[in-house]
C-alpha cells in the first residue's frame, strides 16, 4: 500500500519565519537562531563595540548590519556634525568593523526604524534587531524584527546567532473602516486602551483583518511600533503587494530576477487557513474616534472627545490608584474632559509618526492657519531621505508658514536624550509612543496622538478634535 503523507498542519506567519531561522532547537522552546539583520544606533550599539573591543572580538559579517546615530544628535535646524560622544563612538565603531554607517547630512541617516525599511535593509521573512525596543516597527513589512539587550547584540555581532525563547501567537483582527482623520496611530492607541498594557506580553502578534489590510505600508509601521507599548516584543502584518511594491527599487533591496524570485517567496509568507492562535481579540474600528492619551501609559487613552476616568469606573484598587497618580500628575481632575485643556507645545516627529506619510498628513491640515501664538511646535522628519522628500513637496514651507519649527532627522523630544525637553509642567501633544513620567523632562505633561490631531492642537492652542478643522 502506497503511504499518504499527512496534511501539514496550518501554521501562523510568526511560526514560519521563527522555523526558518532555527539553527539549533532546545527544551522549553529555546532556540539558536540566524539573524538576517541588526540595526545599530548611537545608544546601544555603541556601547556593543566597546564590548567587542574589550573582549577582541570581530563582527562575524559586517555586511549584515547597518549604523547611524539617531537618539543623542540634535535636531537643531543646520547642525552638521555630532559631537556627542556616543555618536562619535557608534561612529569608531562602526568603521572598526567595516559596517555601514549613515551620518549626519547623508543620505541614509535618521531614526534607526525609519531608515531601515526606507533603504530596503529590511525585508520580509527576515529576523532584524536593534538595542532599542522599537524595533517591533519593521515587522509591518512581515519581518520578525525585536529588540534585544546590549550584551545580546553583541553576541550577535560576534556571532550572527542569538538565542531566544519562543513566545506565543497571538492575533488581533480590526474589522471595519476608517472614518476621515482616524489614523493607524488611533487603531493601536484604542487597541493598548482596550485590552491593556501587558495583553500582549510573552506573544509575537500579527495584525489582521479588513482594517489593516487597507493601511499604507507605512501607517503599519506605526501599528507595528506601539507593539512593545502592549507588552510584545514582536508586532507583524503579513506582507502583500503592496508591500512589495513599496520595497521594488530601495537601495538595498534584491533587484531584478532576485527580486521577483524573493516576491515568490515572500506570497507564501502568511498564516495558513485554520492556523491556531494562543490568543485572538476582535475590534471593530468603524465608530473609532481620533484617540489621545490623558495619563502616563500608553494605555490611558480615549477618545478626544471623551472625559477622564473617575475612580469608579477602575476595575481594581491597583488600576484605581494608577489612575489617581496619573491624573494628579498630568493635572486632571476626574470627569475632565480633555478637549479645551491648554497646551504649550506640540512634536511631530519619533520612530512612529515622523514618515513622509506622516509629514503629508499633517501639512494638508494647516490650510492658511498658524500655530497658536502661545503654543512652540516642531516637525522632526524620521530620516534625511524623508526630510529630502518632504522638501522636495515644499512641505518644509508648509509647516514653517504656518509657525511651525522644521528641524533635522533624529529622535529629538521624544526620548529627549539629546537634551531637547519641555519645560516643567508643560503639557505636551506628541505623535511619539510613550507618555511616561518625565520621559520628554522633569515633570512634563505628554499627551500621545496622532499627526493630524497634533495639528489640531497646535493650531487652537489647546487639546482639539481633527475632525473640527
Known amino acids: ?6 496534511p501539514a498542519a496550518a501554521t501562523t506567519l510568526f511560526d514560519k519565519i521563527w522555523d526558518a531561522h532555527v539553527i539549533e532547537a532546545f527544551a522549553d522552546d529555546w532556540a539558536l ?3 538576517d539583520r541588526q540595526l ?5 550599539g555603541s556601547r556593543s563595540f566597546q564590548e567587542l573591543e574589550a573582549r577582541a572580538l570581530q563582527a562575524v559579517q559586517p555586511q549584515l548590519s547597518f549604523a547611524t546615530p539617531d537618539h543623542t544628535v540634535s535636531s537643531a535646524p543646520g547642525r552638521t556634525t555630532t559631537s556627542a560622544p556616543l555618536g562619535l563612538a557608534l561612529e569608531r565603531g562602526a568603521q572598526s568593523h567595516r559596517i555601514r554607517f549613515f551620518g549626519l547630512g547623508e543620505r541614509g541617516q535618521g531614526i534607526v526604524h525609519v531608515m531601515g525599511p526606507e533603504l530596503g535593509v529590511v525585508l520580509p ?12 516597527t519593521n515587522g509591518a513589512l512581515g519581518a520578525m524584527a525585536f529588540g534585544v539587550g546590549t550584551s545580546e547584540l553583541t553576541h550577535a555581532l560576534a556571532t550572527q546567532a542569538l538565542m531566544q525563547h519562543k513566545p506565543r501567537n497571538m492575533r488581533i483582527r480590526f474589522n471595519g473602516s476608517l472614518a476621515p482623520r482616524v489614523s493607524a496611530k488611533d487603531m493601536i492607541l484604542h487597541a493598548i486602551g482596550k485590552l491593556g498594557a501587558a495583553a500582549g506580553t510573552g506573544h509575537a502578534i500579527e495584525y489582521a483583518g479588513p482594517a489593516v489590510e487597507a493601511l499604507s505600508v507605512e501607517s503599519r509601521m506605526t501599528l507595528c511600533n506601539l507593539s512593545i507599548e502592549m507588552g510584545a516584543r514582536i508586532g507583524m502584518v503579513a506582507p502583500d503587494e503592496k ?13 531584478g530576477a532576485m527580486f521577483e524570485a524573493a516576491v515568490a517567496h515572500w506570497r507564501t509568507l502568511r498564516s495558513d487557513d485554520g492556523a491556531e492562535f494562543h490568543r485572538e481579540d476582535v475590534i471593530d474600528v468603524t465608530q473609532l474616534a481620533p484617540q489621545l492619551t490623558w495619563g502616563t501609559s500608553p494605555e490611558h487613552e480615549m477618545a478626544i472627545d471623551g472625559t477622564v476616568p473617575c475612580d469608579g469606573e477602575a476595575s481594581d484598587d491597583g488600576r484605581r490608584t494608577a489612575w489617581r497618580e496619573a491624573r494628579t500628575y498630568m493635572g486632571l481632575a476626574p470627569g475632565a474632559r480633555l478637549e479645551g485643556q ?7 516627529g519619533s520612530c512612529t509618526n515622523s514618515r513622509l506619510e506622516d509629514l503629508r498628513a499633517a501639512a494638508a491640515l494647516l490650510g492658511n492657519s498658524r500655530v497658536a501664538p502661545h503654543v512652540e511646535a516642531w516637525v522632526v522628519p524620521g530620516s534625511e531621505d524623508t526630510s529630502r522628500l518632504a522638501r522636495a513637496e515644499g512641505l518644509d514651507e508648509q509647516f514653517r508658514a504656518a509657525g511651525f519649527q522644521w528641524r533635522e532627522p533624529g ?7 539629546n537634551g531637547e525637553t519641555a519645560a516643567p509642567g508643560q503639557r505636551v501633544v506628541s505623535t511619539s509612543n510613550r507618555n511616561f513620567v518625565g520621559r520628554q523632562g522633569l515633570g512634563v505633561r505628554t499627551h500621545l496622538a496622532s499627526p493630524a490631531t497634533a495639528v489640531a492642537c497646535a493650531l487652537a492652542g489647546e487639546l482639539a478634535d481633527p475632525r473640527n478643522i
Open 243 to 255: 508591500v512589495f511594491a513599496w520595497l521594488a527599487g530601495r537601495r538595498f533591496a534584491p533587484a
Open 1 to 6: 500500500m502506497a503511504h499518504v503523507a499527512a
Open 33 to 35: 537562531l540566524h539573524i
Open 125 to 136: 521573512g527576515s529576523t532584524v534587531i536593534c538595542g532599542d525596543s522599537h524595533t517591533c
Open 342 to 348: 491648554r497646551i504649550d507645545r506640540v512634536f511631530i
Open 40 to 44: 545599530l544606533h548611537d545608544m546601544s
Open 411 to 417: 529622535c529629538s523630544m521624544c526620548v529627549a536624550a
